[in-house]
């Protein structure tokens, strides 16, 4: 069975470091390398030009500001700007180059994403709800793009900073060092606390995003029924107490951060009034030159910004990992076979055999058993059955939409899984009940997929499934924008379309679901026409809600929970009384309301 795996839940974290989640997501930077690199060689030029400073301070307070020296401040001075303006330089140009890496990456990780989720059988899609899979285009790889926004990468730089900041203290003033670093500590402990919080809670935040998106996702697109049954009232509630939920959650996060940042704050202060006290009375003693209290209050405040910054970084570095981790997981799922070799068949084209197909959607539910019939080029075969009897799933097996478990399905001779699959789907023209309109025109929509298509083949197209007249009518004519999945067109309209769309591919074979809902006598004709037209010249196999489909059928074949139980023509399943017989009264035959009530049954 193509049991196609289910993506990750979106809430579980794990390391902030993976080392082989780092090596694939380098597989998308390396085109980008040289910039990379050169950003990464920025940072210690930032981080040296930034300690740098407070030393220059200290030497120009201690040397020359005491001798009065004025040539030496002014050199001093222009030393210190000159730092300053290379900081923000290389800052700058870490910065742009990181994210300007960044960003061509990640754009690379979506195009093989998108690819990839374009090529994943079928049945993934059915374990996966849409808006899964949409997260992981958007959101995650915006997750990942934080971790270079964030300067998480720097981490390490952060570290290293922070051991050069105690080196130089250590080297000024071994006591001064020891009593500014007392209560790093206790900065530390408090730091441990609130990540193991902060992670808490963020698989919080995400599970109950995720759970904001399932909803928005179900009322949006259910929300005909939402308003047709009154439910706005209950929906907004639902919604309301998610959205709570949610941003007490997104609340707590904040809570936590803020009371890091103040008590980093705090702590740093802390650490100035012990440094100003043991200091200051030194200098008062003449134990200690001016310059180098200075210096050290300047190294204080470099020296708590990364370690308060270290707990978000670690944040972000652990949530980028988990996204990747997801994102991979999606870019690992096996693609849709593309199955063999072979561009044509080898027996008479057009030709169709189910041999001994047995299918179930999941473990051993079968809903095809033991199906077998063959179709000759050119017969129209129409398939009739009651609600959930397999008749959407034959025809979703020939456009090879998944894989069959157990025995043969042979299009022109040869097994579907010899055939190369496009060139299998260019002979097989499938057309669904609910015609899928695309964003652009109507002569577009009709080419789809078909480049070489020009204006005159479309309109030709048009007009043999007697589309061309309402086109024609439209203000646009064939230009005529779509929109929103073809709501501006009515349902016998859309249908048209998709004869015309099936029709320009001229394909060998037709599989058609034809659409159940009744449309205006006029358009009903049409319809019968251009079925009429699809039917001619090739086989066709369809599923079919209407009368006029049966009868004109050249053979009918009664599918019955998974089992072909009766085949044979209009008039002969007539005469046998048996299955065909009943569901003609019922489905056929009958005013609507019984229909109705049969379907229901
Ligand atoms: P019909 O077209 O005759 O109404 P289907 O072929 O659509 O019947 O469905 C046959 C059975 O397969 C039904 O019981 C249906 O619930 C089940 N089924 C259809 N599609 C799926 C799917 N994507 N996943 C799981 N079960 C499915």
């Known amino acids: 069975m193509a049991e196609a795996e289910a993506l990750h839940p979106e809430e579980q974290l794990g ?51 005491a001798r009065g020296d004025v040539r030496g401040l002014r ?120 990540r193991v919080k902060a992670r808490d809670n963020y698989r919080r935040i995400r599970e109950r995003v995720a759970r904001i998106n399932a909803y928005l996702q179900e009322a949006i697109s259910g929300m005909r029924v939402i308003q047709l049954f009154a439910r706005e009232e209950h929906a907004f509630r639902t919604f309301d107490r998610f959205n709570d939920a949610h941003r007490r959650a997104y609340h707590l996060s904040n809570v936590y951060e803020a009371a890091l940042f103040s008590l980093a704050e705090t702590v740093s202060s802390a650490s100035m009034a012990l440094v100003l006290a043991y200091g200051g009375s030194r200098i008062l003693g003449g134990a200690l030159a001016l310059g180098t209290l200075v210096a050290f209050f300047e190294y204080i405040q470099r020296f708590f910004v990364p370690i308060r910054d270290f707990s978000t970084k670690y944040a972000v570095m652990q949530s980028a990992m988990a996204a990747a981790e997801r994102v991979f997981q999606l870019l690992d799922t096996p693609a ?44 129209t075969v129409a398939l009739v059955g009651p609600t959930g009897a397999g008749k959407s799933t034959v025809i979703k097996l020939l456009a090879r939409f998944y894989e069959v478990p157990r025995g043969t399905i042979r299009v022109e001779g040869r097994a579907l899984a010899d055939w190369d699959t496009e060139a299998l789907r260019r002979r097989i023209g499938v057309v669904f009940q609910d015609v899928f309109l695309f964003a652009g025109t109507v002569a577009e929509n009709i080419a789809l997929g078909r480049r070489d298509l020009g204006p005159a083949e479309v309109a030709a197209a048009a007009r043999r499934v007697r589309a061309d007249r309402f086109i024609e009518r439209l203000p646009g004519g064939y230009e005529e924008l779509v929109r929103e999945r073809g709501y501006n067109f009515s349902t016998g309209q859309r249908q048209l379309i998709a004869f015309a769309r099936a029709l320009a591919y001229d394909p060998e074979i037709l599989v058609l679901d034809e659409a159940t809902a009744s449309v205006d006598p006029e358009t009903e004709h049409l319809v019968q026409e251009a079925l009429r037209e699809l039917f001619r010249n090739r086989t066709a196999i369809v599923i079919a809600h209407r009368l006029s489909t049966v009868e004109s059928a050249d053979r009918i074949l009664v599918l019955h929970r998974g089992r072909i139980r009766e085949s044979g023509t209009h008039q002969e399943l007539l005469e046998a009384r048996g299955l065909y017989y009943r569901l003609y009264q019922l489905q056929f035959s009958a005013p609507p309301e019984r229909r109705a009530a049969a379907a229901a049954r």
Do not use: C
């Open 15 to 65: 390391k902030a470091y993976d080392a082989r989640l780092m090596a694939r997501l380098w597989v998308y930077v390396r085109p980008y390398r040289r910039w990379f690199w050169l950003a990464v060689a920025s940072l210690p030029a930032t981080s040296v030009a930034m300690l740098v400073r407070p030393y220059l301070l200290k030497v120009g307070i201690d040397r020359y500001v």
């Open 75 to 194: 050199i001093l001075a222009l030393a210190y700007l000159g730092a300053m303006v290379a900081e923000f330089a290389f800052f700058y140009l870490q910065y742009a180059l990181t994210m300007s890496v960044a960003l061509r990456s990640l754009a690379d990780l979506r195009r093989d994403l998108f690819t990839h989720v374009q090529r994943l059988p079928l049945s993934f899609f059915d374990r996966n709800p849409v808006g899964r899979v949409v997260t992981r285009l958007t959101t995650d790889v915006d997750v990942i793009s934080e971790m270079f926004a964030a300067g998480a990468l720097t981490i390490l730089m952060d570290a290293v900073m922070l051991l050069g900041i105690m080196g130089i203290m250590f080297a000024i003033d071994v006591r001064l060092a020891l009593v500014t670093l007392s209560l790093v500590p206790l900065m530390i402990l408090a730091i441990n606390f609130f």
């Open 336 to 379: 849709e076979p593309r199955g063999g070799k072979a561009r044509s068949g080898v027996g008479r084209a057009g030709s169709v055999e189910f041999d001994r197909v047995w299918f179930a959607y999941r473990g051993d539910e079968y809903v095809l058993r033991d199906v077998s019939f063959r179709v000759e080029p050119g017969e």
